[in-house]
């Protein structure tokens, strides 16, 4: 069956710009995080959604927000972009909250300019 | 949340050659799992192993939750094994991942 497709794989932004990023979950899959990694953070944690809703949230700003559909397809949406944005954003799939096997998208490579 | 440890932070291997690579995290786990990134960033899945051992072709996984680490081995490693090495386990009460800075392996041939 198909992995999690993430859309669009690059992406080039200027300062101040909002944008936009998809993930497709496994089919069946309920649950999808996100997570942020740049070099000098590693692998952060930004939000998880389950049944159409945020149940848990990383420690970054407002400006970071996201949303679940009813077929459980994810988006995050960045705004005002700042240069420090720019970094590879990973979205993992599971069947279900808690101790199951997590699965995870090429990723969206964003660069702010 | 968990703190995870993994070490070493880098490794560099002769093709053919075996390796260790170690995770430690500091609390009681219900599972954890092993990636490689490959170079194009994604996370491939390795192991799910919340405890015991498990064997994938040249790949086998041990983990000891009782004493709070995991351990990876690469045996008659090919060049094919480089990459970053993550392993992960989820925070009891909220079920994010945390993540270890990981190992970069590097194989020559």
Sequence with gaps: KAGVTQTPR??????????????????????????QQTPGQGLQFLFEYFSETQRNKGNFPGRFSGRQFSNSRSEMNVSTLELGDSALYLCASSFARGNTEAFFGQGTRLTVV | GIQVEQ???????????????RCNF????????????NPWGQLINLFYIPSGTKQNGRLSATTVATE?????YISSSQ???SGVYFCAVPNANDYKLSFGAGTTVTVRA
């Design chain 2, 26 to 37: 500091s609390d009681s786990v219900n599972n954890l799992q092993w990636f490689h990134q």
């Design chain 2, 79 to 81: 060049t094919t094994d």
């Design chain 1, 10 to 35: 690059y992406l080039i932004k200027t300062r101040g710009q909002q944008v936009t990023l998809s993930c497709s979950p496994i089919s069946g899959h309920r649950s999808v995080s996100w997570y």
């Design chain 2, 7 to 21: 070490s070493p932070p880098d490794l560099i291997l002769q093709e053919g050659a075996n390796s260790t690579l």
């Design chain 2, 68 to 72: 709070r680490y995991s351990l990876l």
